[in-house]
């Protein structure tokens, strides 16, 4: 689902910060500017989902991974309907 990101090496970073100065339309913010900037990517949910440990069969998830992407997404949804089915002890 993520794809490695590439970093620059120093010479293309070194190379962009060349082209950058020399351009006219460049615009670099100062920090109290940059410090005002807010935040990107997605915002905070409202109830985020908990990271853990867990060890399950390997055929269990061997099941799920052989349906594709997304594949934890749908264990997660499967153990929600089976909560909606039984009580919690």
């Not at 962009?16 to 615009?27: G, H, S």
């Not at 940059?34 to 990107?40: C, E, Q, S, T, V």
């Amino acid at each position: 689902m993520f794809k490695k990101v590439k970093r620059h090496s120093p010479e293309e970073e070194a190379e962009i910060n060349r082209q950058i100065a020399e351009n006219p339309d460049a615009y670099i913010p100062s920090d109290e500017e940059f410090a005002r900037l807010k935040p990107l990517g997605r915002p905070r949910l409202e109830s985020p989902k908990v990271q853990l440990t867990v060890r399950y069969d390997a055929d269990v998830v061997e099941a799920f991974k052989a349906t594709g992407e997304g594949w934890q997404t749908r264990m997660n949804n499967a153990l929600r309907e089976w909560l909606q089915t039984h009580r919690a002890a």
